[in-house]
């Protein structure tokens, strides 16, 4: 019956907040209709006229919702109640009974008109309704303690229901007013939900230190960073073996080496900063510095090739991977409004991505920036001087493994 109800006058192109108020306002009317017939009738049984005013709001709260449940029309409803509850209630009921003390309460029904438009209209559209309540409930009152002041009910009949009216109007109240925190508590929850979401979303584009800033930012988010080591990754011959397969293989053999690629940056502690197409850009020291930058970067590259030559994560053996790395000084900072990235720029990423676009196939390229910070805990050949485009004649070295492991296995010899 309830879930009947509440279908009544809803439309399918209704919001979930109209439909929710809709269903609120005809359960609420339905449920003060037997009320009103039982109040009428107890102030009919006592010889009263005044128990013709409950039947009429009635008729009136029946009305609307049959006209409510062809046009749909939650407005109209809205305002036909709220004006029901109020006016039969005081004018009809409180002042044709003699004012304020012989009508039993009966006024205090008359609240929920401001009650109901606090919760179904805006605050100051709410606070209209309640100053026009005050009006008429002292007004009706008084005429009625002037006009009418020979009601003949027993004293105990008005006692009764003056105890019968709080409860009953109290009752109402209460429970419009539950619904009403209850909905405001789910939407609230949901808004939480979603803003948690919104949050995490903007964990995976950001850094976490930099969402931070952003979300409180007034101006443009720029840094100058000294120390920093710059990784990039590309999978080696991976545009024409692309071709050859189904967009789903492609995406899908990105996706697992990417996730492992970022499941590794987490874990020694470095940034990734994009991928543009099958290269991978991730960064030591920044946004946060850290001494030890080119030794995390390092390691990340050689777990990075290592995970290349598996053929379970990319399920196409043979595959290889071309990694460059420099080390510098770089500018980073958020662009644009829609989309927004953090980017790098500077002369150490440039030279870090020759460093990868000139590197060999399976092999870890790295400046002799790096180098220098590298050569007392990693093993490192030089492979020579070799044009880079755009830096001239440059000196370069592979990035072979850490030197424990060397120590390690000329101990086992």
């Avoid at 009544?8 to 037997?34: F, S, T």
């Amino acid at each position: 019956m309830v879930a009947w109800l509440g279908r009544i006058g809803a439309d399918p192109e209704d919001d979930e907040d109209l439909r929710q108020k809709k269903a609120l306002l005809v359960l609420l009317a339905v449920l003060i209709l037997p009320v009103s017939a039982v109040w009428g009738s107890l102030y009919l049984g006592f010889g009263s006229p005044v128990g013709v005013v409950p039947f009429v709001y009635l008729a009136i709260s029946l009305g609307s919702l049959v006209v409510f449940a062809r046009d749909r029309n939650f407005h109209l409803l809205l305002n036909t109640q709220l004006l029901d509850i109020m006016l039969t209630t005081t004018a009809g009921g409180q002042m044709l009974v003699g004012g304020f003390l012989p009508s039993g309460g009966v006024a205090l029904w008359g609240i929920l008109a401001p009650l109901g438009a606090l919760v179904f209209l805006e605050v100051r559209q709410a606070v209209r309704w309640f100053a026009a309540f005050v009006a008429v409930f002292v007004v009706t009152g008084l005429a009625g303690e002037i006009l009418f002041p020979d009601a003949d009910l027993p004293t105990w009949f008005t006692s009764a229901m003056l105890a019968l009216n709080i409860i009953g109007a109290g009752s109402v109240a209460f429970a419009l007013l539950a619904s009403f925190a209850q909905q405001r508590n789910a939407a609230l929850t949901s808004l939480r939900a979603e803003q948690e979401k919104s949050e995490a979303l903007l964990l995976n584009i950001l850094p976490s230190a930099i969402a931070e800033r952003l979300k409180a930012a007034t101006q443009m988010i720029a840094d100058h960073f000294d120390a920093t080591t710059i990784l990039f990754a590309d999978v080696v011959n991976f545009t024409p073996l692309s071709e050859r397969l189904p967009p789903a293989e492609v995406v899908g053999m990105l996706d697992r080496l990417f996730s492992r690629f970022d499941a590794l940056v987490e874990r020694h502690g470095l940034e990734k900063v994009k991928t543009v197409g099958d290269c991978y850009m991730a960064a030591a020291g920044v946004p946060n510095p850290r001494p030890d930058h080119a030794t995390r970067a390092a390691l990340l590259a050689l777990d990075m090739r290592d995970v290349v030559a598996t053929s379970a994560v990319t399920a196409w053996p043979g595959l290889e991977v071309r990694i460059g790395i420099n080390s510098g000084s770089v500018v980073g900072g958020v662009i644009g409004t829609k989309r927004f990235l953090y980017d790098l720029w500077g002369d150490a990423v440039n030279t870090a991505s020759r460093m990868e676009s000139h590197g060999t196939p399976g092999e870890i390229q790295i400046t002799r920036a790096t180098y220098e910070l590298l050569r007392d805990e990693f093993v490192c050949t030089l492979r020579g001087t070799i044009p880079i485009k755009g830096k001239g004649l440059m000196e370069t070295w592979y990035l072979v493994g850490p030197r424990r492991d060397e120590r390690r296995d000329a101990s086992a010899h």
